[in-house]
């Protein structure tokens, strides 16, 4: 089987790079790795871990999904190059889970642009090709918070709920030309994007803005949740196995959750259609 080209965005840390390697380095080799990130300095880990497949089958390049700018040259090069671009992973996206009252508009804006808007302008220049060719996988990075209005998550969840409905909305139609569109599901995953919510809790409690009874809910939420987080948080690899899994698969799925755990937490979602079991499943973290 020929190699398969694959354009995966947010490669610097975390999941992005992990699936780089991961796809860029199996014992007989299946895929031709485009990893791009915003800022190309930060790339000697990805570069020091690729070993002898560093531009054999994985290449680094620069792509930030808030400049348009920065896409053509990427998708030309691999459709120049590799005659197709067969899958892409819309994988770069930032966390935001604070108190409303403590955000920016500058801040609210750049969660979207990375989150939402940036993916869907790159999807606006790639579909075409895919449906030209008649084959392609688009992949999104989502969250258990893409599909849960989860408490405190309120930009970060919107920004993902975004994300799916746009592909939702593009899966049917795309699928009259064979190319694909899945949403991977996680929920925590340990990357290095905790150290920015720790920041933003840290922001939030200091702010003068917010008062006393509102700060010691928030904080009494996050101990609730923190709490729970070794029993159900995943490392990178395994977000990796279910996006190998997806892009493999010969009838792929819309949405893939990637554990038993988060299986149980989307079907409780999607039975229930008031939309009580999700409010009574978030009200318990506030019950001491």
């Known amino acids: 089987m020929a190699t398969r080209s694959v354009l995966i965005t947010g490669c610097s840390s975390g999941i992005g790079l992990t699936t ?14 485009y990893a791009t990130m915003r800022n190309i300095s930060k790339k000697a880990d990805l ?6 497949a560093l531009n054999k089958t994985l290449f680094i390049r620069e792509l930030d999904v808030c400049k348009v700018s920065t ?8 459709v120049k190059v ?15 889970i604070t108190l409303l009252e403590s955000l920016s508009e500058a801040a609210i ?49 919107a920004s993902k709920f975004g994300m799916e409905g746009f592909a939702e909305c593009q899966a049917a139609v795309l699928g009259l030309d064979n190319v694909h ?66 892009i493999t698969d010969e009838k792929p799925h819309m949405r893939y959750q990637t554990s038993k755990y988060q299986e149980s937490i989307a079907t409780q979602k999607f039975v229930d259609i008031t939309g009580d079991s999700t409010l009574n499943l978030m009200e318990k973290h506030f019950k001491s």
Do not use: W
């Open 181 to 246: 569109f899945s949403i991977i599901e996680p929920g925590p995953v340990l990357t290095d994007l905790s150290k920015k919510v720790a920041a933003e809790y840290r922001i939030a409690i200091a702010s003068d803005k917010i008062d006393d009874a509102t700060k010691k809910r928030f904080t009494g939420y996050l101990t609730s949740i923190t709490a729970r987080f070794h029993e159900v948080v995943q490392p990178a690899e395994d977000i990796t196995n279910v996006i190998l899994k997806a």
């Open 82 to 96: 590799e005659g197709t671009i067969d899958i892409v992973i819309h994988n770069a996206g930032i966390p935001c």
């Open 71 to 78: 896409f053509e040259p990427v998708v030309d090069e691999i």
């Open 109 to 157: 804006r750049s969660v979207f642009d990375t989150n939402v808007i940036g993916p869907i302008l790159l999807s606006q220049l790639i579909i075409p090709i895919m449906q030209k060719q008649k084959s392609g996988h688009l992949i999104a990075i989502s969250s258990q918070a893409g599909y849960i209005g989860m408490p405190y998550h309120d930009i970060y969840s």
């Open 20 to 33: 780089a390697l991961h796809l860029a380095t199996l014992p007989e080799p299946k895929f031709k790795v």
């Open 47 to 52: 570069e020091i871990k690729s070993g002898d």
